[in-house]
């Protein structure tokens, strides 16, 4: 790994060259060709996010007394995202630098709970439908904290299961909305009637829907109840750098009153560097993550939302009608920007590995094996070509059996 710095500088812009060679084998999302990764709201908006970032990209979030410019837009943000999801009056939350992180602090805030306000000794526990995010995995490592990932129904986690799973060392239980491999919407409703009648906490990982579900229910969708409205929801995560089409670095993360959040935010002061108060993992907040995430939601309002969801719908509804043409099934009945289909002539990884020829990156559903698009407003305009490369991969690898060991890795 040991490299040497160079021992003069270089010129940047030879340097800018240098760095336009390394990106040649990148995936090709500008050309609508990655359904992972990235979330492309178009050109202009990329120029936003560009530019309110450089505005603030030396400031710090740490520093609210420095930057009351920060404080004001991160207050601004949240106050967008509480009233999205129905927060009631008492609401709050904060911006972090991920869905990880947002996840992160909100497993701390649960373990506190549990160990702070209800007095639980001994070994803790965590109840996740199999499809929540490997986020949760990560933050029950780290508190050493037992994960019991309960079997779904239907694609969709099963609340008497989980109500089974639960017991008086639950710390917390999850609801996705949507869940990441099937892009569907757990029975949040089901789930907050359990965390009522059993004092548990339940946390709606609303990452990948938070910011598009409001607005597809405004454009005439059936979403179901899935956020704040529901009482037994105690906090949520929502990620601005994804279906916000923030710069990336952004998320939020909620609670239903500011005695809950209290138990996420770092207040420590017995060292030599004085008082510190930190709401999240991190401690250097990049300013421009929240300049950027500000700007984009103000110039996008609820009309700019609903009309870049409206596309994200248009594209998987195209996609979907065409890939039934083609034999496909969806898995359940997706409302958002993600879904994942299955074929059951041909396997998914050798479709994968052919679309990758046709420089498509996309990623995986692995339960069973399907193809699985995250679709972005730009995706309304690429429809008809993913369809014809995948009509062709399909007659590619139609009825031979599956590549040898065969697995698609993303990192
Ligand atoms: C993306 C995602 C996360 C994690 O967010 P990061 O920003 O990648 O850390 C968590 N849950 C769901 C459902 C997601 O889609």
């Avoid at 497993?107 to 199999?130: E, I, T």
């Avoid at 099937?182 to 990452?207: E, F, K, N, Q, T």
Wanted: aromatic share 8%; net charge neutral; glycine share 10%.
């Amino acid at each position: 790994m040991r490299k040497p710095l160079p021992q003069t500088g270089a010129d940047w812009t030879e340097l800018k060259s240098v760095m336009a060679d390394y990106a040649t084998g990148d995936a090709r999302w500008r050309e609508g060709k990655t359904a992972v990764y990235v979330f492309n709201a178009g050109p202009e908006i990329e120029r936003v996010q560009k530019e309110a970032y450089a505005l603030f990209q030396s400031e710090n979030g740490l520093g609210p007394a420095a930057f009351p410019s920060l404080k004001r837009m991160e207050e601004e943000v949240v106050g967008f995202g509480l009233s999205l999801l129905h927060g009631p009056e008492e609401a709050c939350g904060v911006t972090t630098s991920g869905g990880t992180d947002s996840i992160t602090m909100a497993v701390k805030a649960a373990r506190d709970h549990a160990r702070k306000v209800r007095g639980v000794a001994g070994p803790l526990n965590m109840v996740l439908p199999r499809s929540a995010h490997l986020a949760f995995d990560k933050a029950a490592a780290l508190m050493e904290i037992e994960v019991r990932r309960i079997p779904l129904a239907g694609y969709l986690a099963d609340p008497a299961a989980m109500a089974a799973a639960a017991d008086d060392h639950t710390v917390m239980i999850v609801g996705s909305a949507p869940s990441f491999p099937y892009g569907l919407i757990d029975p949040i409703g089901a789930l907050s009637d359990l965390a009522l009648a059993r004092d548990l906490w339940l946390h709606v990982d609303a990452c990948v829907g938070g910011y598009i579900a409001p607005f597809v229910r405004m454009n005439g969708a059936d979403i179901p109840p899935f956020d704040f409205e529901l009482p037994g929801v105690r906090s949520m995560s929502a990620d601005l750098h994804k279906y916000g089409y923030a710069a990336k670095g952004a998320s939020t993360v909620f609670f239903r009153s500011a005695e809950l959040m209290k138990l996420m935010t770092f207040d420590f002061r017995d060292w030599p560097g004085g008082r510190m108060i930190t709401p999240t993992l991190a401690g250097t907040r990049p300013g421009g993550a929240i300049s950027a995430a500000w700007a984009v939601m103000n110039v996008l309002g609820v009309a700019g939302y609903r009309e870049k969801q409206g596309q994200v719908v248009a594209a998987r509804e195209a996609i979907e009608a065409g890939v039934r043409k083609l034999g496909f099934e969806v898995l359940g009945r997706p409302q958002l920007g993600i879904t994942a289909f299955a074929h059951p002539e041909a396997d998914a990884v050798a479709l994968w590995t052919k679309l990758h020829e046709r420089g498509w990156f996309t990623s995986l559903t692995t339960e069973p094996k399907s193809l699985h698009l995250m679709l972005s407003p730009f995706h309304a305009t690429v429809t008809d070509v993913y369809l014809a490369d995948l009509a062709w991969a399909l007659g590619e690898v139609r009825g031979k059996a599956a590549p040898a060991g065969a697995e698609v890795r993303y990192s």
